[in-house]
């Protein structure tokens, strides 16, 4: 069966996001940029961490990821990621609001999955084939997917920033039984953390 | 001026205690010697980090982190270190409890201070001379040692677990504007991340 992967970047003190976000602020009242500079800055240095997380030939999102929009779809969106999208493979959009399929550009299309995580898993599992399944994002998805089990290599991106405030991926997850894999890696803008989670 | 400095093994879920410590429990509710297995089970490989934890020439910690006892001393406690810590330097013990001076072997004292964090700072801060002064723990006391912006560096050790709950040490701290020093270091046990907190 596919490997369910996630990564996330994180602030040193556990943030994915801050409070607050919309539109003008997708990561909310704080400076969201810092936890992404390493993918931008340092694109070289950690190319082959970026290439891991393309690697995943379907990916699970939470609808709050996808767009600024909550409740009913009120107005067109696309997504933060213009018309050609990074994930090049089905995007799975957690969601209680009914939406048609949008095919983008690069072979990115973004299903709408109206009927809970294990729905949302089922149908990424069947478009990965043998590839991997990413559970890409934010905090509440992945601390879900976290709860359910249902991750298997957990990949950490954590950034020397503090928020204070905001998402926290694992929030209501408790103890896990976790394996690091390997030795921790990096810059000075980010450190990668893989670990195993272990059932 | 003395450079003060902070050392704290951290669950990736960013706890360094679990709930419910006692005598019994030292890290509370959850597995705490988690926290510590890279320094006694990998003390070679980790030894450059323990060296620089017990550089400095004064340290300051909590009463939590000196002793289960809560309240009034009403029975004698002399740390959990045995009859000679490892610190081997004057120890400065945040309490609201007046205490006679505790000397020990090995050049360690624990001195006990009722009236403030800024008070054990600059006592600490005579004591160490030209030395580092060492905030040790635990998490109440390096975060309010956070918030007072007295922290030049702070020395993360970010263990392979979760706890899901207990004291963190960034809870009530906010934004904090780091840099990070140079890239992570570890192995399979533990990650050593190290910041200067820029003011």
Request: net charge negative; with cysteine.
């Amino acid at each position: 069966m596919s490997k369910v992967t996630c990564d996330v970047s994180v602030t040193l003190d556990g943030f994915s996001a801050g409070p607050n976000q919309s539109e003008a602020r997708p990561f909310g009242d704080v400076d969201g940029e810092a936890l992404h500079r390493w993918m931008f800055e340092q694109a070289e240095q950690n190319a082959a961490e970026v290439a891991d997380i393309l690697t995943a030939r379907a990916y699970i999102m939470g609808r709050n990821m996808f767009g600024p929009i909550r409740g009913d779809w009120d107005r067109p969106w696309r997504g933060w990621w213009g018309e050609d999208p990074p994930y090049h493979s089905p995007v799975f959009v957690l969601t209680h609001y009914a939406h048609e399929p949008l095919p983008m550009q690069g072979g990115t299309t973004f299903y709408f999955v109206t009927d809970g995580i294990e729905s949302a898993l089922a149908q990424a599992r069947e478009a990965a084939g043998d590839g991997e399944v990413s559970i890409a994002g934010g905090a509440h998805t992945v601390s879900q997917y976290l709860v359910a089990g249902a991750i298997d290599e957990l990949r950490l991106h954590v950034t020397p920033v503090t928020f204070g405030q905001g998402e926290r991926i694992f929030d209501g997850v408790g103890p896990l039984n976790l394996e690091q894999i390997g030795e921790a890696t990096g810059t000075d803008l980010v450190t990668h953390l893989k670990y195993r989670v272990v059932r």
